[in-house]
């Protein structure tokens, strides 16, 4: 059974562009997570989609969005992006965002912005 | 400026002895617990997990206690190989409606050879 996949797995990109990252939970998984990982902050939750609607959100600015496929693939998009938003964004799945089934994360996609 | 930093809590340990994370976790009503294990640019790994009417579980190599009174977790390591150097952190959950989960901050455990 594979994993959950994360692509691209490095990305470099320069202040006010914007990037766009992809998260293929493992299959039968509904819910997919995104979070983000500096040494400053630790795991900041961003978003969790279940069934292609956004069912919760973190503190985060209007410029971090994400969307989930009927597939349950998920992407997330970074418009306008910051110095500070270089960090490691890892994806997590789990089979529904009700109950108490834990997550299966990926390897994470490392962007840095210049 | 100088940015100030999230200082992980370091345990080192020499090889072949035991470790003993730990974890406080915040919320009374949480009732499932994860421990993850981060190696340097990986993903966080699932290592045991722990449901709220248990207080301890084994697994290979590895314990998790629970203790609710005073919300505190810990993950026992037997023998603790070089392989096991990351950074470890609990996951609490609450399952009540909507799947919450919240993640500490993290142990980073060093194996001394």
């Known amino acids: 059974k594979a994993g959950v996949t994360q692509t691209p797995r490095y990305l470099i990109k320069t202040r006010g562009q914007q990037v766009t990252l992809s998260c293929s939970p493992i299959?039968?998984?509904?819910?997919v997570s995104w979070y983000q990982q500096t040494p400053g902050q630790g795991l900041q939750f961003l978003f969790e989609?279940?069934?292609?609607?956004?069912?919760n959100k973190g503190n985060f600015p209007g410029r971090f969005s994400g969307r989930q496929f009927s597939n349950s693939r998920s992407e997330m998009n970074v418009s306008t992006l910051e110095l500070g938003d270089s960090a490691l964004y890892l994806c997590?799945?789990?089979?529904?965002?009700?109950?108490?089934?834990?997550?299966?994360f990926g390897s994470g996609t490392r962007l840095t912005v210049v | 400026g100088e940015s100030v930093g999230l200082h992980l809590p370091t345990l080192s340990v020499q090889e072949g002895d035991n470790s003993i994370i730990n974890c406080a976790y915040s919320n009374s009503a949480s009732d499932y617990f994860i421990w993850y294990k981060q190696e340097s640019g990986k993903g966080p790994q699932f290592i045991i997990d722990i449901r709220s009417n248990m207080d301890k579980r084994q697994g290979q190599r590895v314990t998790v206690l629970l203790n609710k009174t005073v919300k505190h977790l810990s993950l026992q390591i037997a023998a603790t190989q070089p392989g096991d150097s990351a950074v470890y952190f609990c996951a609490e959950i609450y399952s009540g409606g909507y799947q919450k989960v919240t993640f500490g901050i993290g142990t980073k455990l060093q194996v001394i050879p």
């Open positions: 997590a799945s789990s089979p529904s965002h009700r109950g108490n089934y834990g997550y299966t």
């Open positions: 299959s039968g998984h509904r819910s």
């Open positions: 989609y279940f069934s292609e609607t956004q069912r």
